[in-house]
T-cell receptor, first 113, second 115 residues
Framework: DTGVSQDPRHKITKRGQNVTFRCDPISEHNRLYWYRQTLGQGPEFLTYFQNEAQLEKSRLLSDRFSAERPKGSFSTLEIQRTEQGDSAMYLC???????????FGEGSRLTVL | AQTVTQSQPEMSVQEAETVTLSCTYDTSESDYYLFWYKQPPSRQMILVIRQEAYKQQNATENRFSVNFQKAAKSFSLKISDSQLGDAAMYFCAYRNSNSGYALNFGKGTSLLVTP
């Protein structure tokens, strides 16, 4: 296993378009997290899944954002009607049950023009 | 909500020297975890070291050690014998042990290592 994989690595889009990011966690990891990181800031928590259940969502996750993990394996994060303020690095992380350490992917960088 | 503060936006250290990165946090919980993560340029974040709040002994991982002061809510990272490969952003993070599993991160400290 090569770790947490994210796709695409870079996405440039025009304001108002929809974008979708995919995350493939480490295969035996039950928990999956999405974070957003803007320049000069630490990662900010967006949402978290345990298997297919979305258990926690941040207030940062507006109604334009939706995340799914339909079969408890990969996850998608969709942003509808993108705004320039959505430009950021979107990080995915996973971990198995009962451990605190998160294993991060390399991130998907979104630029909204 | 718990907050994590890293007061040093940038730090510089010469190769082979020792540097300490500061982190303070605010919480009303007694049981929690603290972490230091390293984020090299254009690469993913990796865990450097972790500390359980109930443990009095400071965690150590090779050249990396922490100074955990629970009463002061301070969690600094010491890097000994600094190497060029240590250059990166370093993030301090906090997690409750009882509620939720998300990490709260500080804003990070950019560490420059000079030859």
């Amino acid at each position: 296993d090569t770790g947490v994989s994210q796709d695409p690595r870079h996405k440039i889009t025009k304001r108002g378009q929809n974008v979708t990011f995919r995350c493939d966690p480490i295969s035996e990891h039950n928990r999956l997290y999405w974070y957003r990181q803007t320049l000069g800031q630490g990662p900010e928590f967006l949402t978290y899944f345990q298997n297919e259940a979305q258990l926690e969502k941040s207030r940062l996750l507006s109604d334009r954002f939706s995340a799914e993990r339909p079969k408890g394996s990969f996850s998608t994060l969709e942003i509808q009607r993108t705004e320039q303020g959505d430009s950021a690095m979107y990080l995915c992380a996973s971990n198995p049950l009962n451990t605190g350490e998160l294993f991060f992917g390399e991130g998907s960088r979104l630029t909204v023009l | 909500a718990q907050t994590v503060t890293q007061s040093q936006p940038e730090m510089s250290v010469q190769e082979a020297e020792t540097v300490t990165l500061s982190c303070t946090y605010d919480t009303s919980e007694s049981d929690y975890y603290l972490f230091w993560y390293k984020q090299p340029p254009s690469r993913q974040m990796i865990l450097v070291i972790r500390q359980e709040a109930y443990k009095q002994q400071n965690a150590t991982e090779n050249r990396f050690s922490v100074n955990f002061q629970k009463a002061a809510k301070s969690f600094s990272l010491k890097i000994s014998d600094s190497q060029l490969g240590d250059a990166a952003m370093y993030f301090c993070a906090y997690r409750n042990s009882n509620s939720g599993y998300a990490l709260n991160f500080g804003k990070g400290t950019s560490l420059l290592v000079t030859p």
